[in-house]
């Protein structure tokens, strides 16, 4: 049995497409969903977190 080895180019071009569309897509749902929401709610969202990391926020 014998395997063809992958090229590098083909390698790469796999490696960079996968996790740049992941990227943009994570990007874009967050900038689509914080657009929906209330802004008390992203408020309270960002707040918590605050507090849950020990930030201070007040």
Not at 4 to 29: C, H, N
């Amino acid at each position: 049995m014998t395997a063809k080895p992958m090229t590098a180019a083909g390698a790469s071009r796999a490696s960079v497409l996968f996790p740049a569309v992941a990227a943009f897509a994570i990007g874009f749902g967050l900038i689509f969903m914080s657009g929906l929401v209330q802004a008390e709610t992203l408020h309270d969202a960002a707040h918590d977190v605050r507090h849950a990391t020990g930030f201070p926020c007040h």
